[in-house]
C-alpha cells in the first residue's frame, strides 16, 4: 500500500506570495493532520480535516488554510508569507481519525525568501 | 505543552538494548501513550501506542507502569539506523467523528546508537 504522498517536496517562494501544498493520504484514510516543524518551535499542530470538515485547529493565524476533497486529498494554503513560514510542512493520515497512530508524508521544505 | 518530560538524549551501544524513558505523571483515565520516532529529514513514523498494559510490536516493546505515571520504549537491538528523536506522546482517545487527530509533540529524546 502506498504511503502518504506530499507534493511538492521543495518550494521557494518570497515574502507576500501565497502557496499551495498538496497531500494525497494513504487509500482509504480518512483523517489529514497538518504539522508545521521549524528548529525553534518543533513540530506544531496545524488542522485537521475528516470526511472534508475541519474537525480540529491549532494556534496559527488565518494566512494558514486548509481543506480536503471527497477522495480524502488534501491541500493546505498559506497566503502572505512571511520569512518566519519557512518551515518543512509535514501532512498525516489516519484512518478513520479515532486514533492517534498517524502515518507521516515526507513533509514539504518551504523557503521564503 | 507537552504533557510529557524525556530526556534530551541517550546513547546506545549497537546491537544492545535502548530503554527511553518517559514522565507523564498528569495522564488522565482515557488518555494513550504513543511513541513516534523521527529519522533526520523525514516525517515521524508511528512505533507503538498503549493504555495501560505493555505493548509489543515488530519494532519495539512499550512498559506502562501501574500506575500509568511513567513508560519506557524498548527496542530490543537497536541499530545505526534507530538513531532519530523518539517522541513520546500523551493523547486521549477518540471516539468516531471526535474532534480530535492533532498530537502534541514535546522536544523529544535524541538517540544515538554508536557502533
Known amino acids: 500500500k502506498a504511503g502518504v504522498t506530499q507534493t511538492p517536496r521543495y518550494l521557494i517562494k518570497t515574502r507576500g506570495q501565497q502557496v499551495t501544498l498538496s497531500c494525497s493520504p494513504i487509500?482509504?484514510?480518512?483523517?489529514v493532520s497538518w504539522y508545521q516543524q521549524t528548529p525553534g518551535q518543533g513540530l506544531q499542530f496545524l488542522f485537521e480535516y475528516f470526511s472534508e470538515t475541519q474537525r480540529n485547529k491549532g494556534n496559527f493565524p488565518g494566512r494558514f488554510s486548509g481543506r480536503q476533497f471527497s477522495n480524502s486529498r488534501s491541500e493546505m494554503n498559506v497566503s502572505t508569507l512571511e520569512l518566519g513560514d519557512s518551515a518543512l510542512y509535514l501532512c498525516?493520515?489516519?484512518?478513520?481519525?479515532?486514533?492517534?497512530?498517524?502515518?507521516f508524508g515526507p513533509g514539504t521544505r518551504l523557503t521564503v525568501l | 505543552d507537552a504533557k510529557t518530560t524525556q530526556p534530551t538524549s541517550m546513547d546506545c551501544a549497537e546491537g544492545r538494548a535502548a530503554n527511553l524513558p518517559c514522565n507523564h505523571s498528569t495522564i488522565s483515565g482515557n488518555e494513550y501513550v504513543y511513541w513516534y520516532r523521527q529519522i533526520h529529514s523525514q516525517g515521524p513514523q508511528y512505533i507503538i501506542h498503549?493504555?495501560?498494559n505493555n505493548e509489543t510490536n515488530e519494532m519495539a516493546s512499550l512498559i506502562i507502569t501501574e500506575d500509568r505515571k511513567s513508560s519506557t520504549l524498548i527496542l530490543p537491538h537497536a541499530t545505526l539506523r534507530d538513531t532519530a528523536v523518539y517522541y513520546c506522546?500523551?493523547?486521549?482517545?477518540?471516539?468516531?467523528?471526535?474532534?480530535?487527530?492533532?498530537?502534541?509533540f514535546g522536544k523529544g529524546t535524541k538517540l544515538s546508537v554508536k557502533p
Open positions: 506522546i500523551v493523547s486521549g482517545a477518540l471516539n468516531y467523528g471526535g474532534s480530535q487527530g492533532n498530537l502534541i
Open positions: 487509500s482509504g484514510h480518512r483523517s
Open positions: 498503549g493504555l495501560k
Open positions: 498525516a493520515s489516519s484512518l478513520l481519525g479515532v486514533s492517534n497512530e498517524q502515518f
